[in-house]
Each structure stands twice: as structure tokens, then as C-alpha cells.
């Protein structure tokens, strides 16, 4: 599967943006999908995931303000973020795990998200 992100942009802390994933390729609808992160000078984190089964997990500071949704038929994967922070400034990247409990071997681009105080 490839994976493209889109939607990222400046915001002011507070504002809410919607991170979108368009992917391509077959058997989307068996993949897990997720979105993690990278700040600067940090490692990449998970920020969210979607099973194949629609099971939702979420991780960190991120609960409650974001929410991952999928829409299979259209290969599509979403982050809604609401009251963002600073601390939310990042480069956010799509991906894709084929088999479950393995690694997420498919990425897309980042899209930079910039959250000014």
C-alpha cells in the first residue's frame, strides 16, 4: 500500500486541523492503520491507531483532543485534532501494518504541524 498525508499547517494553540491519508493499493481494508509523530530532537511516536476491526487505541496526551477515523471505501485514514498545543508541533506520518503484531511497514510523507502559542 502507499500511503500520501495531507492537511497539515500553522495554527494557533487552541484551533483544531484534520490530518488526511489517501492510500493506494489493495487490501487496504486488512491493514491497521495509525499516525505518529516526530518532533524536533525526538524519536518518532505513535499518536494513534485504527485496527482493521475499527478498534481505536490512542496514546499519550493525545486522548480525549484527537480522534482517528477510517473510511475503507474511499482508502482514506483521518486525525482529527482539537485543542491543540505547542507541544503538538510536529511532523505527523501516516502508516500501515499489514499483519497484526508486526512492524508498520508502510509510510507516507509527513505533513508538518506547526501549533504557535
Known amino acids: 500500500v502507499q500511503l500520501q498525508a495531507s492537511g497539515g499547517g500553522v495554527v494557533q494553540a487552541g484551533d483544531s486541523l484534520r490530518l488526511s491519508c489517501a492510500a493506494s493499493?489493495?487490501?487496504?481494508?486488512?491493514?491497521?492503520m495509525a499516525w505518529f509523530r516526530q518532533s524536533l530532537g525526538k524519536e518518532r511516536e505513535i499518536v494513534a491507531r485504527v485496527g482493521w476491526n475499527g478498534e481505536l487505541t490512542y496514546y499519550g496526551d493525545v486522548k480525549g483532543r484527537f480522534t482517528i477515523s477510517r473510511d475503507n471505501a474511499k482508502r482514506m485514514v483521518y486525525l482529527q485534532m482539537n485543542s491543540l498545543k505547542p507541544e503538538d508541533t510536529a511532523v505527523y506520518y501516516c502508516a500501515g501494518q499489514q499483519l497484526p503484531g508486526g512492524s508498520f511497514g508502510y509510510w507516507g510523507q509527513g505533513t508538518l504541524v506547526t501549533v504557535s502559542s
Open positions: 493499493g489493495h487490501s487496504f481494508r486488512s491493514y491497521t
